[in-house]
């Protein structure tokens, strides 16, 4: 049963991961391409720093689902 459902966790777990690394935001995009960006120190918080936290656990669970994944074939 573990085979027929891993194929479908990994394509959620990969929708969501795709999700939440489009979500989170460069401050300085294209414009430090042409100097335009200036270093500066600043945190992550609030909703920033959920979606961080989360991309970072869905990663790990996609990759876990790899493995497991290579182990049943």
């Known amino acids: 049963m573990l085979k027929t459902v891993i194929p479908y966790v990994q394509i959620v777990l990969s929708v969501l991961l795709m999700a939440s ?10 414009s430090a391409t042409f100097g335009g960006g200036g270093m500066e120190y600043s945190t992550k918080r ?4 959920v979606i961080f936290y989360a991309t970072i ?9 790899a493995i497991i994944s290579v182990r049943l074939a």
Not at 46 to 49: D, I, T
């Open 21 to 30: 690394i489009l979500l989170q935001q460069k401050g300085s995009g294209l």
């Open 57 to 65: 656990v869905i990663a790990v669970l996609f990759i876990v689902s």
């Open 46 to 49: 609030g909703a920033e720093k």
